[in-house]
């Protein structure tokens, strides 16, 4: 169809555009029938135009605007006006003038959409996702996508700045599975072989540093075959970076950088001071390793409280290098038995054996603490107690005990749920970050009785930890380190090991055997062998990042066309069946 | 491994920096021991330093560089010096000073390289790319890769200027082969079901104007499995664009402005006015739908020579609509009977009958023409042969007849190959950019005896044309439009069917059901109902632009990992054979 292109877009007049005579293109957003005169709202990404059709101005126009439906794609010409006094909208940038139409195309009609292209109407995700095209023309998703799009020229921006090289790595890989599962693809050329999807860029990284290109950085996608959780997507997009000749503070300090330019850029904020925590304080304080420090409530390990204690539980738990592990819940002294009750339920149901808690009272003898395990506690154990957890009349306090790790992660989730009920968390809130350092380098699976990189192979521990990679894996710290946005871990990165030997001893305490590690690792170890530079890298979960940086509580909200939690594509149906001659000339079946 | 992080990259140091004590870290280049004296150029992205180890200024360091090979990693402590006078290398930006190592630490040992780290070296292909970390070491690569790096930020920054929205589209889609042969990647969570690795973003690209994004653009990874031809890759890149309510010249206009930019910023040039061409004009001058302008040499249709014409051969083609196509070939008169052969055997490889030539001579008589076939000319005809090819004695005519389109692409890779034998592409040539334009909408297959899209089914036609889509298909002109740099195809698009009735028409055309079009298609169609607006959009080949841009002649010299024709990667054996286990998971088993 032939038509008018624009002069103007649907947000672009003001009122010293007054008596031009232009043509705008969009989309019938209302439409309003006054007896004899026809208003509708012309929208297009850009904003929102008043256009007006009157019969004594262009009948012709005026009868054919009869015909319009929402959702009509239309091109009109007509002459910009000032809108007559006591009508101008003040919530639109164009909302003191209107169009008066001359001459109206339709350039496309429209069936009534599954649900009104507003921004407050209620519909169901699914349908949302079925329709993703006409979801992505509501404005609040709209500015999502749109935020997105300056984050991505901001972050570039940024890295181009400061030296770093954009290389693309390749999406068709070698499979290396180490951790979640590979996404396959089956090769035609070369029968009963598959390339895998990358699960991060981690290897070509590494091996650019190898190549002497220092700086690099990609916003790239990657694949994880996972059973997903809510918030996953089986592809997402990662801001990939790698650095060479450096230590962890060169890279704190580039990505703190890029944060100061984001906070300032999409929130209009000043970067806070970034504080540092490592793993083994934020898990004792806040029992997380991604804690949110929107609110304080942190945990107070009580160990040394108990250290002569005739408390059977307590002294089991030390004596087993457990942990006893401490929350004060302010003003909360007079929740009921019931309310109690739920607590408990909520830790149990989360792994905990039971949930000790006390009631701080003021009594005539002074602060006392009332619970059912007091009679088995000292009284200087409970003055401790007290003022370990700086407890005052009224507060109520929850004591967890047991392995380590398991009891702070416990108690962490409870730091949270109370976080809740005492609404800790302002919607106005400032946002806080945080650096977590100093991981541990391996993480023990109960279910296959081995350790596991809690972060990935690569990963150098720190060197003073070298030592004791085979007697006492659990002991050694790793040089990683995540950044924490608001409870969110949003980066995560590591000096990476650079120097063969120190990569074979890894391996083998991953229980990697030398072949298995030659056949899947080969080609980077030998790279290693060729002269690597010391160096290392971080990478940032950029939808995450994105929705956190929206305002959203779920990274579909930022993603143009997500999966769901099933990896389905609601609105094309995929994956789908696909034809045999397909899987022949793949030289595949299904079983 | 602890070490003095840098206070210079190696091509930082300058006069005034004498006397400064720095740290440099890098990767030794070349190494020569004088004597006493040990000079080490030391290498990095940024450039080459001379440090130089003296017994007398430090001794240990001296002693130590006694081990250094080169392509060791070494950081460095020392005084910046002025080279002593007449020593200076004004070949590298840092040639007037050195630095005198007081402390040497080996970083990282290296294995002698496979082959040395220079640009100069010939080394086979494959050992390069089996390499590739280190070849990627030489300066000419890290050249491209950097001015690779250069062109994604130019392109970015131009269409973020021009308000485009840059949006991530699927990797993991719905199959859809039209054309070429999908990627697979068999779902887990869905048995017997496959996602697509995306040909292009195309359908994404139109459900976003159908969203009323109104501009989208986007670097991104595409994917075809074909058979490999020398200068194609499995997975390209693609620079997407996407535009509504627009025509034609917007497309054009916009793309201008980003050429413009690449021409002055990667080659300090101005942009030259592009010319434009119909597919139909640049077939019959150049035989070509991207035709090499750095040149002339034009071929000319002579139909009108022969309209009455006795000789059978002409005759019969002008009465089945064939063509009749002169190439006049400048003083080449005087080729060999042999050389005239090996021109024959040429054209007849590619599938031509039989090359007509005749050589041009001065007569007594005046010009006239001597050729094997000049007896069943009459003497009008060879007059109007000369005037109509401009031909002076001393040239060579060819003539090539018989069906159209293939009749002209045969001159057209003759036109070529006497290009070449003259010599006629300087390498200094100017770069020519030309538009090709209303292709063809269909391309007939003359295996399958039917219509396939010469774009792709999303094309528009001609308004003009769509009343011959179903009777006369070959004469429907499509609204495409391709870009040709220096005889290449670097981006091609075209004006969309917005309107679901004539995209209907268009599935029907190529003999696509009703039900295959709703299967595949049907999201795109249903989108279309709900209000689309008139849009178009290009895409460009990433990896073609950036090989023209940096003068190489293959893809793989600007790709940093690439794979090799039979879609290898010879660094780490991809693709590879997998687990059975991962098989099992998926559903699937090999054939």
Redesign the interface.
């Known amino acids: ?3 008018q ?2 002069t103007n877009t649907c947000g672009e007049l003001r009122e010293k555009n007054i008596g031009e005579n232009v043509v705008l ?1 969009g ?1 019938v957003d209302t439409r309003r029938d006054l007896g004899g005169l026809i208003f509708i709202d012309l ?4 904003g929102i135009t008043q256009i007006v059709f009157e019969p004594g101005f262009n009948a012709e126009a005026h009868s054919a605007a009869a015909n319009l439906r929402n ?3 239309i ?1 009109i010409e007509g002459k910009v006006r000032k809108r007559p006094e006591g009508t101008e909208n003040p919530a639109i940038a164009t909302g003191n003038v209107d169009v008066m139409v001359n001459k109206l195309v339709i ?5 009534t ?1 599954p649900f009104p292209i507003k921004d407050e109407v209620d519909t169901s995700e699914d349908i949302r996702l079925k ?4 979801d ?2 509501r404005p609040a998703i ?1 500015k999502n ?2 935020m ?2 300056k984050m ?2 901001l972050v ?2 940024y890295f ?1 700045k400061n030296n770093f ?11 290396t ?1 180490e951790g979640a ?17 990358p699960q991060s860029p981690q ?2 990284k590494q ?2 540093m ?5 700086r690099y950085f990609q916003i790239v ?1 990657c ?1 994880r ?1 996972e ?1 997903l959780r809510a918030d996953r997507q ?2 997402f ?1 990662q801001i990939d970076v790698e650095m ?4 962890q503070k ?1 890279i704190f300090e580039i990505v703190e950088g890029l944060m100061k330019i984001l906070f300032k850029e999409i929130w209009n904020k000043d970067l806070p001071l970034i504080p540092k925590l490592t793993f083994d304080e934020a898990m004792e304080k806040y029992g997380s390793d991604k804690p949110d420090l929107r609110f304080d409530l942190e945990m107070t390990t009580l160990n040394h409280v108990f250290e002569k204690t005739e408390f059977k539980v307590f002294k089991d738990s030390i004596n087993n290098y457990g942990i006893i592990s401490g929350l004060l819940a302010p003003g909360c002294g007079e929740y009921t038995r019931n309310q109690l009750d739920v607590l408990t339920d909520f830790v149990k149901k989360l792994g905990a054996g039971g949930l000790i808690w006390m009631r701080v009272k003021e009594l005539a003898a002074g602060v006392e603490l009332e619970a059912p395990i007091a009679k088995f506690l000292s009284d200087e154990e409970k003055k401790n107690i007290i003022t370990s957890l700086k407890a005052k009349p009224g507060d109520l306090l929850f004591i967890l005990t047991g392995a380590k790790l398991k009891t702070l992660s416990l108690m962490g989730q409870l730091r949270l749920e109370m976080a809740r009920r005492l609404e800790l968390i302002k919607p106005d809130a400032e946002p806080k970050l945080l650096w977590v350092t100093d991981f541990p380098l391996f993480e023990w699976d109960e279910q296959t009785k081995r350790f596991y990189a809690m972060h990935h192979p690569f990963t150098s521990p720190r ?1 003073e930890d070298v030592q004791y990679m085979q007697a006492d894996p659990a002991r050694v710290k790793a040089r990683a380190y995540d950044l924490v946005l608001n409870g969110s871990e949003i980066a995560g990165g590591s000096i990476r090991i ?2 063969a030997v120190l990569q074979a001893k890894m391996f083998k305490a991953l229980g990697i055997s030398d072949d298995e590690a030659e056949y899947k690792f080969g ?1 980077l170890m030998n ?8 160096h290392g890298g971080i990478a940032f979960g950029f939808d995450r990042m994105a929705m956190i940086f929206a305002g959203e509580n779920s990274i579909r909200e930022v ?3 997500p ?1 769901t939690a ?4 609601l ?9 045999e001659n ?10």
């Open positions: 169809m032939q038509f292109t624009r293109n989309w929208r297009d990404r850009y959702e009509f794609v091109s350039l496309n009609e429209a069936k959409p329709y993703r095209y006409l992505l023309r709209q996508i749109l997105r799009h991505y020229q570039r921006q181009d090289v954009e290389v693309e790595t390749p999406v068709l890989m070698k499979s599975p599962r590979d996404y396959l693809v089956p090769s035609r050329l070369h029968k009963g072989k598959f390339y895998a999807l290897q070509y091996l650019l190898v190549s002497g290109l220092d996608k694949f075959d059973d089986p592809e997009t060479s000749f450096i230590d060169d060197l650079h120097d080609f790279a290693f062998k060729f002269g690597a530079p010391p993603i143009a066309f999966k099933s990896a389905i594509s609105m094309d149906d995929a994956p789908s069946t696909v034809d397909q899987l022949k000339e793949l030289h595949i079946k299904i079983r």
